[in-house]
């Protein structure tokens, strides 16, 4: 089973910031098909950017995947208020498909 | 859209089994997409459950495989999870999704289900 490991566990900025949010995969990922979810409390997951950085439908273009191998990253440019929310990496290339453990992203 | 939507029981039993579907709405359960299930205990992260084709093939997580049994039925346009000797462990927010076929990429997701084990 491939551990994805996401840092930091809490990112505090402020509106008009930029995050980068990381995620680390314990061994490399098949055809690099990373996906990043973002989970707003109360609500399902949403399908930002993947493989690793096509961005879904309807996702803005603040949002942008990228790396290989067994690093990559989330990057959110001119945060809004409703971007902070906790974000998950997934692997799903090699079965079974994991998730990291989130980073909580909080307006500072 | 594709519009998924859980149902079943908000609370089961220690020991027994958990049963839930999820009934896919604007979209043919018959097209050429893996249908899965992923849970979020309380508080938690992400736990990839399993996934079935509507010809009845199932991928499941090794750490539930022995417990999971999950069914299609194309008529209804629903899918179905059962998870047996539920514990404690098993109380989580339980989330349908449309998984891509030849990927374990989740692209639509159910609003997700709690479901409590508690006698």
């Known amino acids: 089973e491939i551990v994805m490991t996401q840092s930091p566990g809490t990112l505090s900025l402020s509106p008009g910031e930029t995050a980068t949010l990381s995620c680390r995969a314990s061994q490399a990922i098949s055809s690099n098909y990373v996906a990043w979810y973002q989970q707003r409390p109360g609500q399902a997951p949403r399908l930002l950017v993947y493989?690793?950085?096509s961005r879904a439908t309807g996702i803005p273009d603040r949002f942008s995947g990228s790396g290989s191998g067994t690093d990559f990253t989330l990057t959110i440019s001119r945060l809004e208020p409703e971007d902070f929310a906790v974000f998950y990496c997934q692997q799903y290339g090699s079965s079974p498909y994991t998730f990291g453990q989130g980073t909580k992203l909080e307006i500072k | 859209q594709v519009q998924l939507q859980e149902s079943g029981p908000g609370l089961v039993r220690p020991s027994e089994t958990l049963s839930l579907t999820c009934t896919v709405s604007n979209f043919s359960i018959s097209s050429n997409f893996f249908w899965g299930w992923v849970r979020q205990p309380p508080g938690k992260g992400l736990e990839w459950i399993g996934s079935i084709f509507h010809f009845g093939t199932t991928y499941s997580n090794p750490s539930l495989k022995s417990r999971v049994v999950m069914s299609v039925d194309t008529s209804k346009n629903h899918f179905s999870l059962s998870l047996s000797s539920v514990t404690a462990a098993d109380t989580a927010l339980y989330y349908c999704?449309?998984?891509?076929?030849?990927?374990?990429?989740?692209?639509?997701w159910g609003r997700g289900l709690l479901v409590t084990v508690s006698s």
């Open positions: 999704a449309r998984r891509h076929y030849a990927s374990g990429l989740l692209d639509y």
């Open positions: 493989g690793p950085s």
